[in-house]
């Protein structure tokens, strides 16, 4: 191919260097999206959080014309509806020292701001010298055609035929030279024979495109990102290919070069644009776009300090009365009969609070919902192995089943026929789908099995109560799912003392990490959670993110039967924790669709506690029924708060319903992250909006907890909260739009809305706006942590990922202080200046 501008400054090797360079720092920018059966929520923005979150709002909006904030109608009917007063305005005008008054940030309110020029790219530039009336769009055809390709090339698990593994960019510039479709739909003449002279490695096409687009230096990083940004969704996806090479959940790799192929993919197709003999006229009005000083504009303009304003005065209105909340706490509670260990999420706290006021008794107590266990699940029959854990960790262990043994029969024997079943299942499964998909089954399945067919779809579509089944008890019956038991695996090659001495260490670090060392109640609960949902391919993200997706039945249950151990207990006395024989640990798991909440093993427990069983389901049931009566309204069913029953009966048809597009909110509307004695919080209704994580700094006295706290469920919940937040700001890029047109790629990749464009990720409209209201208000998360204020200054000091969303306000920072002799909590706020240092301000 042609140079198409001569003039470049990419020749020599330290230019080479700074070109590798852009390509890094391009790719570093791209945040990753997990797969459909392990999606957990993640910060679209993470590549941006060095950066003050105003600035990255300005280069976002240069590089692809993306907003971080809502529109002003937003703001405007906020301040309607009387959310956002006189008072929030003037008080984040004083906090943000800015020179601009009340009546300038209302009258504001009242006209809509522009948005940033975007980034120029060759595409957009030739579709603004096009008929797109009457002819598609380049921008449109590009995103399709790399977007089919990727969708081919990265299947593993639905399609019957692959493109050959040779390289992402390879294997795309194979199938570019015999693709016809640009020169008949688009009129480009002679496409084939310039595709055919595209460089073989995706390296020297970045390099030879960067020259023959004239591109500087200095403008390589950002217009490699527009590109990426472009087809974010496969870039998404390419980031997390890297993202599990690196932590090396992946055999045989440890890097993964898919993001660059992708890149070189994308900056192929500009390069072949700019040649396009159809549109001579490009070259030259590409060179002046490249002239633009506007591509490197750092100007901070006055409308976008208004936006931000509006902003901080809309999260001011939620922070305010949350802090005089929290300022006043009643007295402690009845000593506990149980203790209920949830996840942290925020689905926990209304169930949480229906607990504690079903019963007087019982404590609860906030932690990760993968209780600590680095942990990976194998159910036995089957190669899968899934990630039990949060997305940045490894595992280090592995559960897997096992069963009660029969007396007639060797626990080997009983392993390896229900292992043989379970085969079966799941081979017959998968041949079922395998029929139903196959090119021949468009023709031939409705005159095989009709009649037959018809029955099942009339039955799965009448409302039902059933619990359906997960994958992982195909084969097995109802006896042999009850007597299955996940259990921790010895670490291979260990001998039993180290064996013994490595279960020692997790039980001392987890329960050390929860705060329960010492006074421990007859029964405690260790409660997970999971969802209940029909026909619905982001199920996993109504799981427990923190165990990768699924649900928390298996690290309960594990942990549950750790911390039994008589061995495990006695080896604990060593490290002084020492839990008594008459405490028995029991593993839960909390459905957030219907606020059931079953128990697990509960024929392991001892005779004793028989009537604490008992007292306990009763209370459990009690703490449902409130649970379901709260949420009844923003699922359409206040009608029936004062009918438990069927309230319960329409929760779990809805549950069941392969229709419903809602059948619960999630995460929605998670404004709050609270580190502090479960006490700080219980006489407060948050609403369900809030993470609430135990910690008593007291008993932290190296500060390790509190450091493992902001480092790990602080940056987890920022993740959570940011993916809402920018699924509701652009819902466009960074969502996956109607999930009625969803259609999922790859059996597991992503989906697409509609038959094709670009890979969606994030969350659907459905989960965030109800049809007429957002049931999600952006809001940056506002954590409170009850610890010393040079605890935590330390704790930001030694981490740069804790200290870029702390001073650079991805997330807002409050610290309690408990008087010392009783009273009320001191709260104070930390305040970022603009030299890196900070300040604490009394709220």
Same mark, same amino acid.
Request: hydrophobic share 40%; proline share 5%; net charge neutral.
């Given at each position: 191919?042609?140079?198409?501008?001569?003039?470049?400054?990419?020749?020599?090797?330290?230019?080479?260097?700074?070109?590798?360079?852009?390509?890094?720092?391009?790719?570093?920018?791209?945040?990753?999206?997990?797969?459909?059966?392990?999606?957990?929520?993640?910060?679209?923005?993470?590549?941006?959080?060095?950066?003050?979150?105003?600035?990255?709002?300005?280069?976002?909006?240069?590089?692809?014309?993306?907003?971080?904030?809502?529109?002003?109608?937003?703001?405007?009917? !906020?301040?309607?509806?009387?959310?956002?007063?006189?008072?929030?305005?003037?008080?984040?005008?004083?906090?943000?020292?800015?020179?601009?008054?009340?009546?300038?940030?209302?009258?504001?309110?009242?006209?809509?701001?522009?948005?940033?020029?975007?980034?120029?790219?060759?595409?957009?530039?030739?579709?603004?010298?096009?008929?797109?009336?009457?002819?598609?769009?380049?921008?449109?055809?590009?995103?399709?055609?790399?977007?089919?390709?990727?969708?081919?090339?990265?299947?593993?698990?639905?399609?019957?035929? =692959?493109?050959?593994?040779?390289?992402?960019?390879?294997?795309?510039?194979?199938?570019?030279?015999?693709?016809?479709?640009?020169?008949?739909? %688009?009129?480009?003449?002679?496409?084939?024979?310039?595709?055919?002279?595209?460089?073989?490695?995706?390296? +020297?096409?970045?390099?030879?495109?960067?020259?023959?687009?004239?591109?500087?230096?200095?403008?390589?990083?950002?217009?490699?990102?527009?590109?990426?940004?472009?087809?974010?969704?496969?870039?998404?996806?390419?980031?997390?290919?890297?993202?599990?090479?690196? $932590?090396?959940? &992946?055999?045989?790799?440890?890097?993964?070069?898919?993001?660059?192929?992708?890149?070189?993919?994308?900056?192929?197709?500009?390069?072949?644009?700019?040649?396009?003999?159809?549109?001579?006229?490009?070259?030259? !009005?590409?060179?002046?776009?490249?002239?633009?000083?506007?591509?490197?504009?750092?100007?901070?303009?006055?409308?976008?300090?208004?936006?931000?304003?509006?902003?901080?005065?809309?999260?001011?209105?939620?922070?305010?009365?949350?802090?005089?909340?929290?300022?006043?706490?009643?007295?402690?509670?009845?000593?506990?009969?149980?203790?209920?260990?949830?996840?942290?999420?925020?689905?926990?706290?209304?169930?949480?609070?229906?607990?504690?006021?079903?019963?007087?008794?019982?404590?609860?107590?906030?932690?990760?919902?993968?209780?600590?266990?680095?942990?990976?699940?194998?159910?036995?029959?089957?190669? %899968?192995?899934?990630?039990?854990?949060?997305?940045?960790?490894?595992?280090?262990?592995?559960?897997?089943?096992?069963?009660?043994?029969?007396?007639?029969?060797?626990?080997?024997?009983?392993?390896?026929?229900?292992?043989?079943?379970?085969?079966?299942?799941?081979?017959?499964?998968?041949?079922?789908?395998?029929?139903?998909?196959? +090119?021949?089954?468009?023709?031939?399945?409705?005159?095989?099995?009709?009649?037959?067919?018809?029955?099942?779809?009339?039955?799965?579509?009448?409302?039902?109560?059933?619990?359906?089944?997960?994958?992982?008890?195909?084969?097995?019956?109802?006896?042999?799912?009850? *007597?299955?038991?996940?259990?921790?695996?010895?670490?291979?090659?260990?001998?039993?003392?180290?064996?013994?001495?490595?279960?020692?260490? %997790?039980?001392?670090?987890?329960?050390?990490?929860?705060?329960?060392?010492?006074?421990?109640?007859?029964?405690?609960?260790?409660?997970?959670?999971?969802?209940?949902?029909? =026909?619905?391919?982001?199920?996993?993200?109504?799981?427990?993110?923190?165990?990768?997706?699924?649900?928390?039945?298996?690290?309960?249950?594990?942990?549950?039967?750790?911390?039994?151990?008589?061995?495990?207990?006695?080896?604990?006395?060593?490290?002084?924790?020492?839990?008594?024989?008459?405490?028995?640990?029991?593993?839960?798991?909390?459905?957030?669709?219907?606020?059931?909440?079953?128990?697990?093993?509960?024929?392991?427990?001892?005779?004793?506690?028989?009537?604490?069983?008992?007292?306990?389901? &009763?209370?459990?049931?009690?703490?449902?029924?409130?649970?379901?009566?709260?949420?009844?309204?923003?699922?359409?069913?206040?009608?029936?708060?004062?009918? +438990?029953?069927?309230?319960?009966?329409?929760?779990?048809?809805?549950?069941?319903?392969?229709?419903?597009?809602?059948?619960?909110?999630?995460?929605?509307?998670?404004?709050?992250?609270?580190?502090?004695?479960?006490?700080?919080?219980?006489?407060?209704?948050?609403?369900?909006?809030?993470?609430?994580?135990?910690?008593?700094?007291?008993?932290? *006295?190296?500060?390790?907890?509190?450091?493992?706290?902001?480092?790990?469920?602080?940056?987890? *919940? =920022?993740?959570?909260?940011?993916?809402?937040?920018?699924?509701?700001?652009?819902?466009?890029?960074?969502?996956?739009?109607?999930?009625? $047109?969803?259609?999922?790629?790859?059996?597991?990749?992503?989906?697409?809305?509609?038959?094709?464009?670009?890979?969606?990720?994030?969350?659907?409209?459905?989960?965030?706006?109800?049809?007429?209201?957002?049931?999600?208000?952006?809001?940056?998360?506002?954590?409170?942590?009850?610890?010393?204020?040079?605890?935590?200054?330390?704790?930001?000091?030694?981490?740069?990922?804790?200290?870029?969303?702390?001073? =650079?306000?991805?997330?807002?920072?409050?610290?309690?202080?408990?008087?010392?002799?009783?009273?009320?909590?001191?709260?104070?706020?930390?305040?970022?200046?603009?030299?890196?240092?900070?300040?604490?301000?009394?709220?």
């Amino acid at each position: 191919m042609n140079t198409v501008v001569e003039k470049n400054e990419l020749g020599q090797a330290s230019d080479l260097a700074q070109l590798q360079a852009s390509v890094t720092q391009a790719c570093q920018r791209i945040a990753p999206t997990w797969p459909l059966d392990q999606f957990i929520a993640v910060n679209p923005y993470w590549g941006f959080v060095e950066q003050p979150i105003a600035d990255a709002a300005r280069r976002l909006g240069r590089l692809s014309g993306t907003p971080l904030l809502m529109p002003r109608s937003f703001y405007r009917s !906020e301040w309607q509806a009387g959310r956002l007063t006189q008072v929030h305005l003037q008080d984040a005008i004083r906090a943000a020292h800015a020179d601009c008054s009340v009546d300038e940030l209302v009258d504001s309110l009242t006209e809509e701001r522009e948005g940033a020029p975007a980034h120029p790219l060759v595409t957009t530039l030739a579709d603004s010298r096009r008929d797109l009336s009457h002819a598609m769009a380049w921008v449109d055809f590009v995103t399709h055609q790399i977007s089919q390709h990727c969708a081919a090339y990265f299947d593993v698990s639905q399609a019957a035929w =692959n493109p050959e593994r040779v390289g992402l960019y390879a294997s795309w510039a194979g199938q570019l030279t015999g693709d016809h479709s640009t020169a008949l739909l %688009m009129g480009y003449a002679g496409f084939g024979r310039k595709a055919a002279g595209l460089p073989q490695e995706p390296r +020297a096409l970045i390099a030879a495109a960067t020259r023959a687009l004239g591109l500087k230096p200095a403008q390589c990083a950002d217009y490699y990102t527009a590109l990426l940004m472009s087809i974010n969704g496969w870039a998404s996806w390419c980031a997390y290919e890297r993202w599990q090479a690196r $932590l090396g959940t &992946v055999p045989g790799k440890t890097d993964d070069d898919d993001i660059i192929e992708l890149l070189a993919i994308r900056l192929g197709w500009e390069w072949l644009l700019l040649e396009n003999p159809g549109q001579p006229q490009l070259a030259p !009005e590409w060179i002046a776009a490249c002239a633009r000083p506007d591509w490197a504009e750092d100007r901070f303009d006055a409308e976008n300090k208004h936006d931000w304003l509006l902003q901080d005065a809309l999260e001011l209105a939620y922070q305010q009365p949350l802090c005089e909340g929290l300022k006043n706490a009643p007295a402690v509670s009845l000593p506990p009969t149980v203790q209920a260990v949830f996840c942290i999420d925020v689905r926990s706290e209304v169930f949480r609070r229906a607990l504690e006021a079903s019963s007087a008794t019982v404590q609860t107590r906030g932690f990760a919902g993968f209780f600590g266990l680095f942990i990976a699940y194998s159910p036995v029959g089957t190669a %899968m192995t899934r990630p039990q854990l949060p997305g940045l960790l490894a595992a280090s262990r592995c559960v897997t089943d096992e069963w009660d043994r029969s007396d007639s029969q060797s626990l080997g024997q009983v392993i390896a026929q229900r292992r043989q079943r379970r085969k079966q299942g799941l081979q017959w499964r998968s041949t079922w789908q395998t029929f139903r998909g196959s +090119a021949s089954s468009g023709f031939s399945f409705v005159e095989t099995c009709g009649l037959w067919y018809a029955g099942k779809l009339l039955k799965r579509s009448l409302p039902s109560q059933a619990t359906p089944h997960p994958v992982e008890q195909t084969g097995l019956s109802g006896e042999e799912i009850r *007597t299955s038991r996940p259990r921790l695996q010895n670490l291979p090659g260990a001998t039993p003392e180290a064996e013994l001495q490595s279960r020692c260490d %997790m039980a001392a670090g987890i329960l050390g990490a929860m705060g329960l060392t010492k006074d421990f109640a007859r029964i405690v609960l260790l409660a997970g959670h999971g969802s209940q949902t029909a =026909n619905n391919p982001h199920a996993a993200g109504l799981d427990c993110g923190a165990c990768g997706g699924q649900t928390g039945e298996v690290n309960a249950r594990a942990l549950a039967a750790l911390l039994n151990d008589g061995a495990v207990r006695t080896a604990l006395r060593a490290k002084d924790i020492v839990i008594p024989g008459s405490t028995c640990f029991l593993g839960g798991l909390h459905n957030t669709t219907t606020d059931e909440l079953v128990l697990y093993d509960t024929d392991l427990l001892p005779a004793s506690h028989a009537a604490d069983l008992q007292q306990l389901k &009763v209370t459990l049931t009690l703490a449902g029924q409130r649970a379901r009566a709260e949420r009844a309204p923003a699922l359409g069913l206040a009608h029936l708060v004062t009918e +438990a029953g069927r309230l319960e009966k329409a929760i779990q048809s809805r549950a069941n319903d392969w229709a419903q597009v809602r059948p619960e909110w999630g995460l929605a509307n998670n404004a709050a992250f609270i580190v502090a004695p479960r006490t700080r919080s219980q006489h407060l209704n948050l609403a369900g909006r809030a993470f609430l994580h135990d910690y008593d700094h007291a008993q932290d *006295t190296t500060g390790s907890v509190l450091e493992l706290i902001m480092t790990a469920p602080m940056v987890v *919940t =920022n993740w959570i909260n940011m993916q809402y937040y920018a699924s509701v700001v652009d819902n466009a890029r960074y969502g996956s739009g109607n999930k009625l $047109l969803h259609n999922v790629v790859g059996g597991r990749l992503g989906v697409f809305e509609g038959n094709g464009g670009d890979l969606r990720t994030g969350l659907p409209m459905q989960s965030l706006h109800d049809g007429s209201q957002w049931r999600h208000a952006p809001l940056r998360l506002s954590v409170f942590i009850e610890a010393p204020q040079a605890a935590i200054d330390g704790i930001i000091a030694r981490h740069a990922v804790v200290r870029q969303l702390v001073q =650079n306000q991805w997330l807002h920072l409050f610290q309690m202080q408990a008087a010392v002799a009783g009273g009320a909590v001191s709260i104070t706020r930390y305040k970022p200046a603009a030299s890196g240092a900070r300040d604490w301000v009394a709220v």
